[in-house]
């Protein structure tokens, strides 16, 4: 079936350090308000509803089925969790609307990374056998990527930090984002990753609505189709893998038909500077594309929410006429091993 | 607003993990000294093994003996190990790839400093003292001087092949893991439980269907709206539903039997829980009106007991089961 699906609303929260005053459902409400509020749906017009969202961050066990609280999940709706980043999410609301069974779903996540140790908890996620019970924290493991692009001569320490201002920089015309402006690029973490070279550690949530076909075009006035999607993912095994490329996001890109036609604009989920780089390299972005106006994930990283709020982010861009095509991007495990690629378009003006 | 509650939270949990064929192996000669990799069908030596093929997904199952030497490919300085991190002392976290294998192994480098490590540098495993069969049994690697540098690494020993059979192989590890969490509550609940410590059930109200939520999550699960409204409920109540408990917890001091109750605090939109005494266990029923009972300087009530108010009707309580 060949369904045209598009993202009619984006809403997320102000990204900060903590959110300790507020519960998951609490900070979550918000936006899953705003974006029916920006489509006039109600929760029973919904016809699907998938969030992503991990139970490690907060440790607050079966969180999500708190968060559902949100939703108003009575009388009972079609519902799904994926324990991933929301862009997956999204991928999966996306096939239940390409096989017909709905015309709008509802796609959240969050993340409150404040109340754990965020390094320490993301090394539960790694391969229990071998490597787990080393305690690789998510900034030593992004280190040992960027060294090898350092030792390939793909990138240097100034070029890192360049990618850092840039984003920061950008970040200004964003006022959820965590770190705006002017950030001291600052000591050593694990080197040769810098604080500056790292994401904010924050909480924050996100929520998008899509809509197939006309009723896409009722509710937005210049909907973001989503042209194609796919996600890919590498042997989990680091040193198996070359860590100065991508090619799961490069097959990603591929099937999603991101390489069809040029993109005008990149939201890119490189939460370390370096990673930037292999992507860049990865989807062929030339200087031509504007690569992540958001600030990208360098600016906001609410673990689990920042690869829905970089296809949020391009489909706004669309929605306000800002971009015609513009390629998202979400990863989820070390060194981007997991990577999700969308294209979105907006009818021709 | 009052200040949030917060509080550690400690979650921590033993992980007991068997082992496939090739990891049994390779964990195994970990303890016995030995570093074995596993063979592709395309000739890869793969360290540390695995058992599939991460191209073709194919089961591979024949193993070699690799050298306990090798090379850096990448590395990190780490001038901050963390708590569970295999060395206290700043260290370099390493790609290493072992002479005889084709792919790289992460573990920890033993180095006087960030200025001591570089990619192509040579490297051995230091074992640790005491081995149990576990990634861990390396304590490290460290610097070994055999020469000049070989970016490759290989061909300084062609790998022999190992039958993988040991006395007395490890079939299983136990990862033990701990996360230290500082968690809140949040708003709704913080209100919930600082009206509790002075023996007060503050629930709250839905700004639309009206119900009370006690204790109150913030949102209403129905309307999914915020509740707000802050209302006091009980602290009488009526037994909807209840189980008679007759195993006894670890680390619970409460003699069994005894009774678990769902109570509807009057005013209150949904029941909650807790523990019915005063009342011998078999003579507990649904409608039975209840109180809570406090304990000296409790933040919340010890158990419920009988009022000794009439039964509530089934109709005031049906809709709240
Ligand atoms: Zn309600």
Redo the contacts between chains.
């Keep these: 079936m060949n369904r045209e699906i598009a993202v009619v609303a984006f809403a997320q929260t102000d990204h900060r350090r903590t959110s ?7 900070m979550l ?1 918000p936006v ?1 308000h705003d974006v029916l509020g920006q489509t006039g749906l109600k ?1 029973a017009d919904i016809g699907f509803t998938c969030s992503g969202s991990s139970d ?1 961050l ?3 066990a079966f969180s999500f089925t ?1 968060a ?7 009388p009972p709706i079609s519902e799904s969790h994926v324990e991933m980043d929301g862009a997956w999410a999204l991928y999966e609301a996306w096939t239940k609307l390409l096989t017909g069974d709905a015309d709008t779903a509802l796609v959240y996540s969050y993340g409150k990374s404040s ?3 965020l ?3 993301l090394t ?1 996620q790694l391969d ?10 998510s900034v ?2 992004a ?6 692009l350092i ?1 390939a001569g793909d990138t240097d320490e100034p070029a890192l930090a360049a990618v850092a201002a840039r984003s920061r920089a950008d970040a200004t015309a964003n006022s959820h984002a965590q770190l705006r402006g002017p950030v001291p690029h600052g000591e ?1 973490v ?4 810098r604080t500056g070279d790292c994401p904010p550690i924050g909480d924050g949530a996100a929520a998008v609505i899509l809509a197939a076909g006309e009723r896409a075009r009722n509710l937005c006035a210049r909907p973001a189709w989503i042209r194609g999607v796919d996600h890919r993912i590498e ?6 893998r070359d ?1 100065t490329d991508s090619p799961s996001t490069r097959l990603a890109a591929e099937k999603a038909g991101a390489f069809e036609r040029p993109v005008d604009t990149a939201e890119l989920h490189a939460p370390f500077t370096s990673q930037e780089v292999v992507l860049r390299k990865a989807l062929k972005l030339d200087d031509g594309v504007r690569v992540n106006p958001s600030g990208g994930a360098l600016a906001a990283n609410p673990v689990m929410a920042a690869g829905l709020i970089r296809i949020g982010e391009a489909a706004a861009r669309v929605h306000r006429g800002e971009s015609d095509r513009a390629l998202a991007h979400a990863t989820s495990g070390p060194c981007l091993q997991q990577n999700l690629v969308a294209v979105l378009e907006g009818d021709p003006r | ?1 009052p200040e ?1 509650l ?1 509080a550690p ?1 400690v ?1 921590e949990f033993p ?1 007991t ?1 068997s ?1 496939g064929p090739v ?1 049994s192996a390779f ?1 195994t000669g970990l303890r016995e000294r030995l570093v074995l990799g596993v063979r592709t069908s395309d000739g890869r030596t ?3 093994p ?1 058992e599939y093929d ?2 073709t997904a194919e089961e591979i199952r024949d193993l070699v003996e690799v050298a306990p030497t090798g090379t850096v ?7 901050a190990p ?5 060395l206290d002392t700043p260290f370099a ?3 290493v ?1 072992l002479d005889g294998a084709d ?6 480098l033993d180095a006087p400093g ?1 200025d001591a490590v570089h ?1 192509g540098m040579r490297v051995r495993v230091r074992w640790a003292g005491e081995r149990t069969g ?3 049994d390396i304590a490290c690697f460290e610097p070994y001087d055999d020469g000049p540098d070989a970016p490759d690494g290989r061909g300084r020993a062609e790998p022999a092949t190992h039958t993988g059979e040991f006395d007395d192989p490890v079939t299983g ?1 136990v ?1 033990t ?1 701990r ?11 913080t209100a919930y439980i600082n009206a509790l410590a002075e023996h007060r059930n503050v629930g709250e109200r839905c700004p639309s269907c009206r119900k009370v939520y006690v204790p109150p ?10 509740t707000s409204e802050q209302v006091e409920v009980g602290p009488g109540g009526t037994v909807t539903t209840f189980c008679i408990v007759n195993i006894k917890a670890k680390n619970l001091d409460i003699e069994v039997p005894y009774v678990y109750a769902h109570i509807a605090l009057d005013g209150a939109g949904l029941a909650l829980h807790g523990r019915i005494g005063g009342i011998p266990y078999d003579q507990v029923r649904m409608g039975l009106r209840v109180e809570p009972v406090w304990t000296e300087g409790a933040r919340y009530p010890d158990h419920y007991r009988p009022t000794g108010e009439p039964d509530a009707d089934y109709d005031t309580y049906r809709e709240l089961l």
């Design positions: 300790e005053e507020l519960s998951e459902v609490e409400m899953l929760t490690y907060a440790g607050r708190l559902l609280d949100g939703v108003g999940a009575w109340p754990g140790p390094r320490d908890v539960r229990p056998y071998y490597v787990a019970p080393l305690w690789p924290d030593a493991l280190a040992l990527q960027a060294q090898a030792d050593y694990v080197r040769p990753l042997a989990h095994s680091l040193g198996v860590l | 607003m949030v917060k939270l979650v992980f993990r082992l990891q964990l793969l360290v540390p695995v991460p191209v490919t990448t590395w990190a300085w780490n001038h963390r708590r569970d991190q295999p976290w390493a790609l790839r792919t790289a192994l992460l573990h920890a960030p990619t576990a990634i861990t590890i990862a893991a996360l230290d969490y500082t968690y809140s509550p949040g708003r709704a609940q999550r913030g949102a209403c699960p129905t309307c999914g709206l915020a």
